[in-house]
């Protein structure tokens, strides 16, 4: 019988040799690796363009990656200690910082890419993208904030327009919120979502409309602990606790706010520009976009501004970084830019695309476009960090009864420390 | 003259007693608490076979039964090849664990030799890290190697398991000495004692660590998600994951997929369960 | 020199079985050692560096992950939460299991359909089955609270209460091993001989009695795997937890944080691995002890 043991070593020896064999023959040229995660359209149009280039550029192949976009952070940072992964990848903007602090990330070669054309054609919100005076990455699309709305619902409570201050939005909000016999929520006036986009729109447009910037201008302190602030957040939790417009995980799942509106049961939410093929394909009903309310008729308009941003990383050096640099010219060019606006529907993020009258008007998207000038990005330097902060901080006041300014207190210290440690680690580097 | 040694197992009283009222009493007990049990499964499969737009209705049962979700995971997507890879994957490391943990689980109960409850010891404390600490070794492990976007790599972490070999410990414990010590007399080699004596008599257990096995497998996603580069490589949890994106996830799409990653494996749960329960074994030992 | 032949005769026969005994271990202790062990110590190694996963530079910074560790009010919300969760779920999970495992072996008729039925939850992609119990937990829509109302009591909001969510999420993970403790047992009553409870029937045992006097000692093997794995799984608990809260893992105010929950946001959310590796050490000394602990009051040798 010892020639079953036998067996099971001859076993693993074989699945070693089969595994130690190289995957792919070597190709002459260069061979580019392109990460992004996993979107139909995105791959798909991704295909084409890398065919394009490939036409372009004889000698320079490009292979795309694909990976699951709630995984897709984890699956990079896990390929890097193994000195793996991709020569260009796509990464959420916000999550620049950690990867440029890191050293993953090199700077984008600035006689291919000037910093001032940069900042002279493209959305102002790019500037998130610059991190110790340098761009380490480029965007193909932009997206921003606007207010979704289901207009059989607002017929039905006899609302004729979307609101344009917040003041009317909880006006609207409270007659188009449907109650059951026991008073229990089954329509919300307002799909609220602090974990989706809510906490954006905290930070980036409802502080900044009461009078409180989030941050100083540098993005090193955080300067909402004001009583300014507090009355923002205080309006904010008031939907779930006084107004009674809005219920917290109304429908379940990461993206319930936007299942509840696709299904009919909230009559407005806060989205990104990213939602609205989802929206299109499964909302049977009439609806509409409008530019987020204001504190005032007329008064000071705010949005937040993100994007996912295509950057180089340490693995192309040499003859791999110039071929890197063009495919990234070529991802971030006028003709890409359009393509991707077609196929994916994400507005481009050059201003002279995004000015095009045609898209201004355009009803969906012309909220999001308009906003562009006035979009922030926040700078995050750890974003699942400084998100669950907020987070935090509109539970104490909605579960725990904490005072508004109390919560925003302690959260601002919290995410200054964050801030803090963040930057004191820069400066040892 | 070949003696045959009889071991009855599985011993209920009341199967032999035979008091019927009191069976019927527990099938009532189990069916009643059965519903409850099964209820959510029930509320995926409903989903499964609701339009996108009835999903989110509060009522169980769709109004429009539908097959366009599993049309649309078994045509639209990779799912035949993810299904195929799964299954690769889930059989081949289950026979490997069958074999090695049964085989450590014996050794370590049966035989006496010095070292043995470090070695007990070192295995079971494998089980208190948690993958996720683990991972980026074995990413640098199989990057070396050469291992990465290939089924041995997606395999190789789970080859072995302290869970089944604590399991199977804890079953070899039970099979009496004195059969292996007839067998040794017999001139049974000590493989042999392991393979024809103690093997059949915890084939229960060893039906149960491969069903958990298989599972384990079946559902894993951590490692698979990290090792896999390429779309012909994707297991089904990575499959399914990508149904899932920043605009939201498609629930309709994720609960066709999983019920038709669950109705096979409940199928082979149903087929192996009789080995579990059915603890007669009759072990022969000849001279 | 002797001829080969002559040498196994020289060996002791315990020492042949010994032999024996490192033959059948050899290729699996080298997995253990390279696949677990190897990876778990550099855990260890990281814990004491300061490392962003994504950096090259793993500056050693002694015990100061530790430190801020102990300075962390999550990691120790995590901890007690993880302790909360073992307390609630394991005794749930095996009393739970025991109970359907014996009442199982009692049924004769649609045995095979009762335990497909109690193993289903255990089957169920964790995705999906997250999904489905948000829905039941659901205070507008679900079905639990329709139950509540029925009985004329305000309806609780489960997920949405620090104090509840972690219970209502031990349920789930309850009712997701039930199937599997289920299994376990049956193998374990399976591999009880039946000449023990024949015996113990002549000599006028009852049916308490020959649980108390047979099925438990007997069991016993069964029992401290169920406690011990059961333990290693509760203390381990990650998957589930994020699923059920995944817009806010870990729940409203980390009411529902664990330890690997923390150990995944520091290390893969955040890259601060050191601060990741830290907390995996802290919880492996802990899962260690008290397993010792367990295996040691626990096992009793099996005396036929």
Partial sequence: MRRTVGIGWLVLAIGVALGGTPAAPAQPGITLTYWQYYFESKVKTMDALIKQFETGHPGIRVVQETFPYDSYNQKVASAVPAGQGPDVVNLFYGWLPLYVGSGYLQPLPADAFPPAQIERESVPMIKAAKFHGRYWALPTAVRTLALFHNKDLFRKAGIARPPLTWDEFVADAQRLTERDARGRITVEGFGIAPSGQDHQLIREVLFRQWGAAPYSSDGRKVTYDTAAAAEALGWYTDLVTKQKVAVIDFFPGGNGYRDAFVAGKAAMIVDGSFAIGSIQNSAKFDWGVAPLPRRTAGGTPSNFGSFWVNGLTVKAKGARRDAAAAFLKFLTSPDTERLWLRQVGEIPASKALAADPKLVQDPVYGPFIASLPYAHATFFVDESAQRTVLLDAINEVVLNHKDPKAALDGAAAREQKILDDFWAKQATR | MAPRTAVPTGGAPARAAGRPWRDAWASLVLAAGGIPIVFPFLWMLATALKTP???????????????????????????????????????????????????????LAKLRFPGREVIFGIILSTLMIPTEMLVIPWYVMSARLGWIDTYWGIMFPGLMSAFGVFLMRQFMAGVPDELLDAGRIDGVSEFGLFARIAVPLVRPALAALCIFTFLGNWNAFLWPLIVIQTPAMRTLPVGIALFSGEAGSSWHLIMAASSLAVLPVLAVFVLLQRHIIEGIVLTGLRT | MAPARARPAALSLSARRALWAYTFLALPMAFYVAVRLAPAASALVISLHQWNILSPEKPWVGLANFRELRADPLFWKAAGNTLRYAAAGIPAQIGGGLGIALLLQRVRRLRDLLRALYFVPFVTPIVAASWVWQWMYSPQFGPLTRIFDALGLPAPAFLRTPGQALYAITAMVVWEFLGFQVVIFLAGLEAIPRVYYEAAAVDGAGGMGLFRHITVPLLNPTLVFSVVYGTIVYLQLFTQVLNMTFGDPGGPLGSTETVVLYVYQQGFQRFRMGQAAAATVVLFGAILAITLVQLRSLSRPVEY
């Fill in chain 2, 53 to 107: 737009q009835e999903i989110f209705e509060p009522h169980f049962w769709p109004h429009t039964p539908t097959l366009a979700n599993v049309r649309e995971v078994l045509l639209a997507t990779q799912f035949p090849r993810w299904f195929g890879n799964s299954l690769g994957i889930a059989l081949g490391t289950t026979a490997s664990v069958a074999f090695f943990d049964s085989l450590v689980g014996y050794t």
